[in-house]
Protein backbone atom coordinates (compact mmCIF):
# COMPACT_ATOMS: atom_id res chain seq x y z
CA UNK A 1 0.00 0.00 0.00
CA UNK A 2 1.55 3.43 -1.34
CA UNK A 3 1.66 6.00 1.26
CA UNK A 4 -0.22 8.98 -0.31
CA UNK A 5 -0.90 11.03 3.20
CA UNK A 6 -0.58 14.58 3.57
CA UNK A 7 -1.65 17.23 1.03
CA UNK A 8 -2.38 15.50 -2.35
CA UNK A 9 -3.47 18.34 -4.87
CA UNK A 10 -5.67 18.19 -7.03
CA UNK A 11 -4.20 19.74 -10.02
CA UNK A 12 -5.73 21.82 -12.38
CA UNK A 13 -5.40 21.68 -15.88
CA UNK A 14 -3.53 25.03 -17.93
CA UNK A 15 -5.08 26.10 -20.79
CA UNK A 16 -4.56 28.42 -23.21
CA UNK A 17 -7.88 30.90 -24.20
CA UNK A 18 -8.61 29.11 -26.48
CA UNK A 19 -9.20 26.31 -24.85
CA UNK A 20 -6.18 23.51 -25.78
CA UNK A 21 -4.05 22.53 -22.88
CA UNK A 22 -0.55 24.70 -22.00
CA UNK A 23 1.20 21.46 -21.68
CA UNK A 24 4.70 23.87 -20.51
CA UNK A 25 2.65 25.47 -18.27
CA UNK A 26 1.50 22.07 -17.15
CA UNK A 27 5.49 21.39 -16.28
CA UNK A 28 6.09 24.59 -14.92
CA UNK A 29 2.67 24.53 -12.31
CA UNK A 30 4.40 20.87 -10.78
CA UNK A 31 7.39 22.75 -9.86
CA UNK A 32 5.53 25.35 -8.22
CA UNK A 33 3.62 23.01 -6.42
CA UNK A 34 6.80 20.77 -5.31
CA UNK A 35 8.54 24.17 -3.94
CA UNK A 36 5.65 24.73 -2.19
CA UNK A 37 5.85 21.48 -0.02
CA UNK A 38 2.92 19.36 -1.36
CA UNK A 39 3.27 15.69 -0.88
CA UNK A 40 1.47 14.79 -4.00
CA UNK A 41 -0.61 15.56 -7.07
CA UNK A 42 -3.26 14.12 -8.59
CA UNK A 43 -2.89 14.75 -12.49
CA UNK A 44 -6.29 14.31 -14.28
CA UNK A 45 -8.36 15.30 -11.29
CA UNK A 46 -12.45 16.47 -11.49
CA UNK A 47 -10.48 20.23 -10.41
CA UNK A 48 -8.79 19.56 -14.00
CA UNK A 49 -12.09 19.02 -16.26
CA UNK A 50 -11.28 15.48 -15.98
CA UNK A 51 -14.61 14.77 -17.58
CA UNK A 52 -14.21 17.61 -20.58
CA UNK A 53 -10.66 15.53 -21.46
CA UNK A 54 -10.04 13.32 -23.86
CA UNK A 55 -8.45 10.03 -23.18
CA UNK A 56 -5.21 11.33 -25.46
CA UNK A 57 -4.56 13.84 -23.26
CA UNK A 58 -5.06 12.76 -20.20
CA UNK A 59 -2.10 10.28 -21.39
CA UNK A 60 0.18 13.03 -22.57
CA UNK A 61 -0.71 15.10 -19.05
CA UNK A 62 0.14 11.63 -17.09
CA UNK A 63 3.42 10.78 -18.82
CA UNK A 64 4.79 14.41 -18.85
CA UNK A 65 3.69 14.96 -15.25
CA UNK A 66 5.47 11.83 -14.28
CA UNK A 67 8.93 13.12 -15.73
CA UNK A 68 8.74 15.99 -14.02
CA UNK A 69 7.83 14.94 -10.52
CA UNK A 70 10.31 12.05 -11.13
CA UNK A 71 9.88 10.95 -7.56
CA UNK A 72 9.55 14.18 -5.81
CA UNK A 73 6.11 13.66 -4.13
CA UNK A 74 3.26 11.36 -4.66
CA UNK A 75 1.19 10.51 -8.08
CA UNK A 76 -2.35 10.11 -8.11
CA UNK A 77 -4.03 9.60 -12.05
CA UNK A 78 -7.45 9.69 -12.44
CA UNK A 79 -8.87 6.99 -14.34
CA UNK A 80 -12.37 7.07 -14.60
CA UNK A 81 -15.01 6.60 -17.46
CA UNK A 82 -18.13 5.79 -18.13
CA UNK A 83 -16.88 2.63 -20.08
CA UNK A 84 -15.42 -0.01 -17.60
CA UNK A 85 -12.67 -1.38 -19.90
CA UNK A 86 -11.43 2.10 -21.20
CA UNK A 87 -11.42 2.72 -16.94
CA UNK A 88 -9.09 -0.48 -17.00
CA UNK A 89 -7.00 0.53 -20.10
CA UNK A 90 -6.55 4.63 -18.66
CA UNK A 91 -5.55 2.60 -15.14
CA UNK A 92 -2.81 0.41 -16.85
CA UNK A 93 -1.75 3.76 -18.64
CA UNK A 94 -0.86 5.59 -15.34
CA UNK A 95 0.36 2.27 -13.90
CA UNK A 96 2.91 2.28 -16.54
CA UNK A 97 4.05 5.90 -16.17
CA UNK A 98 4.86 4.97 -12.57
CA UNK A 99 1.01 5.85 -10.91
CA UNK A 100 1.64 5.39 -6.91
CA UNK A 101 -2.57 5.23 -7.05
CA UNK A 102 -5.61 5.44 -9.13
CA UNK A 103 -8.30 7.53 -8.51
CA UNK A 104 -11.50 6.01 -9.76
CA UNK A 105 -14.96 7.09 -9.63
CA UNK A 106 -17.76 4.45 -9.83
CA UNK A 107 -19.90 4.48 -12.80
CA UNK A 108 -21.47 7.66 -12.52
CA UNK A 109 -24.15 7.76 -15.39
CA UNK A 110 -26.75 5.21 -15.19
CA UNK A 111 -24.65 2.21 -13.78
CA UNK A 112 -25.14 0.11 -10.98
CA UNK A 113 -26.30 1.92 -7.63
CA UNK A 114 -26.16 -1.41 -5.16
CA UNK A 115 -23.28 -2.45 -3.34
CA UNK A 116 -22.95 -5.67 -5.38
CA UNK A 117 -23.26 -3.69 -8.60
CA UNK A 118 -20.55 -1.29 -7.41
CA UNK A 119 -18.49 -3.98 -5.77
CA UNK A 120 -18.25 -5.62 -9.33
CA UNK A 121 -17.30 -2.94 -11.39
CA UNK A 122 -13.81 -2.24 -8.29
CA UNK A 123 -13.32 -5.83 -8.08
CA UNK A 124 -12.98 -6.20 -11.78
CA UNK A 125 -10.66 -3.02 -12.10
CA UNK A 126 -8.45 -4.50 -9.14
CA UNK A 127 -8.17 -7.81 -10.67
CA UNK A 128 -6.69 -5.80 -14.05
CA UNK A 129 -4.04 -3.57 -12.16
CA UNK A 130 -1.28 -3.64 -9.34
CA UNK A 131 -1.49 -0.38 -8.47
CA UNK A 132 -3.21 1.18 -4.78
CA UNK A 133 -7.13 2.57 -5.78
CA UNK A 134 -8.21 5.19 -4.34
CA UNK A 135 -12.43 4.88 -4.36
CA UNK A 136 -14.28 8.30 -4.80
CA UNK A 137 -17.12 8.99 -2.89
CA UNK A 138 -19.27 12.21 -4.12
CA UNK A 139 -22.78 11.47 -4.42
CA UNK A 140 -24.02 14.95 -4.84
CA UNK A 141 -22.03 14.59 -8.30
CA UNK A 142 -22.85 11.13 -9.17
CA UNK A 143 -25.84 10.46 -7.76
CA UNK A 144 -24.00 7.21 -6.00
CA UNK A 145 -22.87 6.96 -2.43
CA UNK A 146 -20.60 4.48 -1.24
CA UNK A 147 -21.87 3.07 2.10
CA UNK A 148 -19.51 2.18 5.15
CA UNK A 149 -20.03 -1.27 4.77
CA UNK A 150 -19.62 -1.01 1.08
CA UNK A 151 -15.97 0.71 1.73
CA UNK A 152 -14.67 -2.14 4.15
CA UNK A 153 -15.87 -4.87 1.19
CA UNK A 154 -13.68 -3.00 -1.18
CA UNK A 155 -11.19 -2.57 1.43
CA UNK A 156 -11.18 -6.75 1.06
CA UNK A 157 -9.37 -6.33 -2.71
CA UNK A 158 -6.23 -7.05 -3.17
CA UNK A 159 -5.32 -2.99 -4.65
CA UNK A 160 -8.63 -1.29 -2.87
CA UNK A 161 -6.59 1.06 -0.28
CA UNK A 162 -8.25 4.54 -0.04
CA UNK A 163 -11.68 6.17 -0.75
CA UNK A 164 -11.59 10.08 -1.25
CA UNK A 165 -14.51 11.88 0.45
CA UNK A 166 -16.15 14.46 -0.95
CA UNK A 167 -19.82 14.16 0.80
CA UNK A 168 -19.38 16.81 2.81
CA UNK A 169 -21.29 14.62 5.81
CA UNK A 170 -18.81 14.66 8.72
CA UNK A 171 -20.70 11.33 10.45
CA UNK A 172 -20.09 9.25 7.19
CA UNK A 173 -16.38 10.47 7.19
CA UNK A 174 -15.69 9.51 10.81
CA UNK A 175 -17.96 6.21 10.38
CA UNK A 176 -15.07 5.16 7.10
CA UNK A 177 -12.40 6.67 9.66
CA UNK A 178 -13.47 3.94 12.51
CA UNK A 179 -13.22 1.31 9.56
CA UNK A 180 -9.28 1.96 10.35
CA UNK A 181 -9.21 2.15 6.13
CA UNK A 182 -7.42 4.42 3.99
CA UNK A 183 -9.85 7.88 4.31
CA UNK A 184 -8.62 11.15 2.05
CA UNK A 185 -10.88 14.09 2.49
CA UNK A 186 -12.02 16.04 -0.89
CA UNK A 187 -14.35 17.93 0.97
CA UNK A 188 -12.59 21.30 1.39
CA UNK A 189 -14.64 22.92 3.94
CA UNK A 190 -14.35 20.18 6.33
CA UNK A 191 -10.14 19.54 6.02
CA UNK A 192 -9.15 20.97 9.15
CA UNK A 193 -11.96 18.91 10.57
CA UNK A 194 -11.27 15.91 9.04
CA UNK A 195 -7.53 15.90 9.72
CA UNK A 196 -8.02 16.02 13.57
CA UNK A 197 -10.62 13.70 13.72
CA UNK A 198 -7.86 11.46 12.19
CA UNK A 199 -7.35 11.13 8.26
CA UNK A 200 -4.24 10.79 6.80
CA UNK A 201 -4.46 13.18 4.16
CA UNK A 202 -6.68 14.66 1.02
CA UNK A 203 -7.38 15.23 -2.39
CA UNK A 204 -7.90 18.98 -1.98
CA UNK A 205 -8.73 21.14 -5.22
CA UNK A 206 -8.49 24.42 -3.13
CA UNK A 207 -4.91 24.14 -2.67
CA UNK A 208 -4.05 24.83 -6.20
CA UNK A 209 -4.18 28.47 -4.97
CA UNK A 210 -2.69 28.29 -1.37
CA UNK A 211 -0.24 25.12 -1.09
CA UNK A 212 1.77 26.61 1.69
CA UNK A 213 -1.15 27.60 3.41
CA UNK A 214 -2.09 23.88 3.18
CA UNK A 215 1.18 22.44 3.84
CA UNK A 216 1.53 24.54 7.08
CA UNK A 217 -2.25 23.66 8.15
CA UNK A 218 -1.26 19.76 7.65
CA UNK A 219 1.91 20.12 9.70
CA UNK A 220 -0.35 21.78 12.25
CA UNK A 221 -2.59 19.56 12.99
CA UNK A 222 -0.11 16.71 13.11
CA UNK A 223 2.17 18.59 15.87
CA UNK A 224 -0.65 18.91 18.02
CA UNK A 225 -1.07 22.63 17.74
CA UNK A 226 -4.56 23.05 16.87
CA UNK A 227 -5.20 26.46 18.10
CA UNK A 228 -2.66 27.39 15.60
CA UNK A 229 -4.13 25.24 12.95
CA UNK A 230 -7.43 27.37 13.87
CA UNK A 231 -6.23 30.53 13.42
CA UNK A 232 -4.54 29.50 9.93
CA UNK A 233 -7.91 28.66 9.55
CA UNK A 234 -10.17 31.31 10.06
CA UNK A 235 -7.67 32.74 7.23
CA UNK A 236 -8.61 29.87 4.62
CA UNK A 237 -12.29 29.36 4.96
CA UNK A 238 -13.92 32.19 3.27
CA UNK A 239 -12.59 31.39 0.28
CA UNK A 240 -12.67 28.15 0.53
CA UNK A 241 -16.98 27.99 1.72
CA UNK A 242 -17.34 30.36 -1.63
CA UNK A 243 -15.57 28.76 -4.05
CA UNK A 244 -17.31 25.10 -2.93
CA UNK A 245 -20.70 26.75 -3.63
CA UNK A 246 -21.27 26.27 -7.03
CA UNK A 247 -19.00 27.45 -10.41
CA UNK A 248 -16.11 25.27 -8.08
CA UNK A 249 -13.59 25.11 -11.16
CA UNK A 250 -13.93 28.40 -12.46
CA UNK A 251 -13.51 29.81 -9.12
CA UNK A 252 -10.28 27.88 -8.60
CA UNK A 253 -9.13 28.66 -11.53
CA UNK A 254 -9.31 32.55 -11.08
CA UNK A 255 -8.22 32.27 -7.30
CA UNK A 256 -5.01 30.39 -9.14
CA UNK A 257 -4.75 33.33 -11.06
CA UNK A 258 -4.57 36.25 -8.29
CA UNK A 259 -2.44 34.00 -6.10
CA UNK A 260 0.20 33.69 -8.70
CA UNK A 261 -0.61 29.86 -9.71
CA UNK A 262 -2.12 31.17 -13.09
CA UNK A 263 -3.82 28.24 -15.43
CA UNK A 264 -4.78 30.01 -17.49
CA UNK A 265 -8.99 29.57 -18.61
CA UNK A 266 -11.65 26.81 -18.26
CA UNK A 267 -12.71 24.73 -21.29
CA UNK A 268 -16.18 24.91 -22.38
CA UNK A 269 -18.48 23.99 -21.69
CA UNK A 270 -17.46 25.78 -18.41
CA UNK A 271 -16.97 29.64 -18.31
CA UNK A 272 -15.07 31.97 -16.44
CA UNK A 273 -16.24 34.13 -13.62
CA UNK A 274 -17.88 37.42 -13.96
CA UNK A 275 -16.70 40.71 -13.25
CA UNK A 276 -18.76 40.45 -10.00
CA UNK A 277 -18.17 37.07 -9.19
CA UNK A 278 -14.31 37.84 -9.27
CA UNK A 279 -14.39 41.01 -7.11
CA UNK A 280 -16.47 38.67 -4.39
CA UNK A 281 -13.74 35.92 -4.81
CA UNK A 282 -10.73 38.51 -4.26
CA UNK A 283 -12.57 39.77 -0.94
CA UNK A 284 -12.60 36.40 -0.29
CA UNK A 285 -9.26 35.70 -0.20
CA UNK A 286 -8.18 39.15 1.31
CA UNK A 287 -7.02 37.56 4.84
CA UNK A 288 -5.06 34.99 2.72
CA UNK A 289 -2.65 38.34 1.71
Known amino acids: MSDISGINLAMQTPMHADGS ?3 ARWEALIDLYIDAGVHGLVLGAGTGQHPYLTRQECDRLYELGAK ?16 QNEVIERSRHAQGVGADALMILPPYLEGPEDDDGLFAFYEAIDAAVATDIIGYNI ?15 LNQLENFSYIKDSAGDLTTHQEYLATGYGVLNGCDPNTVFSFI ?35 LWSRMIP ?41 TLAASLEPLD
Open 139 to 153: PQTTGIGISVELFRR
Open 68 to 83: RIDGRCSLICQTSALV
Open 21 to 23: IDY
Open 197 to 231: AGAPGCIWGGANYMPRESVQLYELVGSGDISAAMR
Open 239 to 279: SLLYIWRGNYIPKVKAASRLRGFDGGSVRVPLRDLTKEETR
